[in-house]
């Protein structure tokens, strides 16, 4: 469902960090090369990217941004009060995009199933390539003194490296 996404979020040595790549598909084809899927939010307290379809992940944007703004920054209130609304709303339930939000204390991942997921070990993945970038962040996480920066950067290199719908035209920002 989404093809031609990667997005990583990372919280690794006091630092917090986002990457995603450039690449928009639709089938088989890639329509654009270099989108910027991420975003900063509340006077750049929050990360957030996004899979999936790119008019159904600007209107998440757009809600989320209000219920990080109406719960005053307080990302795990901001997360279940999308979440409920994704899932109840008769409109939003049936948008084609899920959400990694992260501030400097956490990360979580969003979907319109209701699903709020935590990540153990602070780093999170979504989209086609997320496997690749997760299991890359894994590693250098493990076995490298690299910062969240650097290690959201070779993280998508890597999934761009093995996924076709992964690009190098990538895009990171930390908190």
Same mark, same amino acid.
């Given at each position: 469902?989404?093809?031609?996404?990667?997005? +990583?979020? %990372?919280?690794?040595?006091?630092?917090?960090?986002?990457?995603?790549?450039?690449?928009?598909?639709?089938?088989?084809?890639?329509?654009?090369?270099?989108?910027?899927?991420?975003?900063?939010?509340?006077?750049?307290?929050?990360?957030?990217?996004?899979?999936?379809?790119?008019?159904?992940?600007?209107?998440?944007?757009?809600?989320?941004? *209000?219920?990080?703004? *109406?719960?005053?920054?307080? +990302?795990?209130?901001?997360?279940?009060?999308?979440?409920?609304?994704?899932?109840?709303?008769? %409109?939003?339930? $049936?948008?084609?995009?899920?959400?990694?939000?992260?501030?400097?204390?956490?990360?979580?991942?969003?979907?319109?199933?209701?699903?709020?997921?935590?990540?153990?070990?602070?780093?999170?993945?979504?989209?086609?390539?997320?496997?690749?970038?997760?299991?890359?962040? $894994?590693?250098?996480?493990?076995?490298?003194? +690299?910062?969240?920066?650097?290690?959201?950067?070779?993280?998508?290199?890597?999934?761009?490296? %093995?996924?076709?719908?992964?690009?190098?035209?990538?895009?990171?920002?930390?908190?």
């Amino acid at each position: 469902m989404f093809k031609g996404t990667t997005i +990583l979020a %990372i919280k690794h040595k006091g630092e917090t960090a986002i990457s995603g790549d450039g690449q928009i598909s639709m089938g088989n084809t890639i329509m654009k090369n270099n989108t910027v899927k991420i975003r900063k939010l509340y006077d750049d307290k929050v990360l957030t990217g996004f899979a999936g379809a790119s008019a159904d992940a600007i209107t998440l944007f757009e809600r989320f941004e *209000e219920k990080i703004n *109406e719960f005053h920054g307080n +990302l795990p209130k901001a997360v279940i009060s999308l979440a409920k609304e994704w899932r109840t709303d008769k %409109i939003l339930r $049936k948008l084609e995009a899920i959400l990694i939000v992260a501030n400097t204390e956490k990360i979580f991942i969003v979907s319109g199933t209701g699903d709020i997921i935590e990540p153990d070990d602070n780093i999170a993945a979504i989209g086609s390539g997320g496997p690749y970038a997760l299991a890359a962040a $894994k590693a250098l996480v493990n076995f490298s003194k +690299l910062s969240a920066y650097e290690i959201a950067l070779e993280s998508l290199k890597i999934a761009a490296s %093995i996924c076709i719908y992964t690009n190098d035209k990538i895009v990171v920002e930390k908190l």
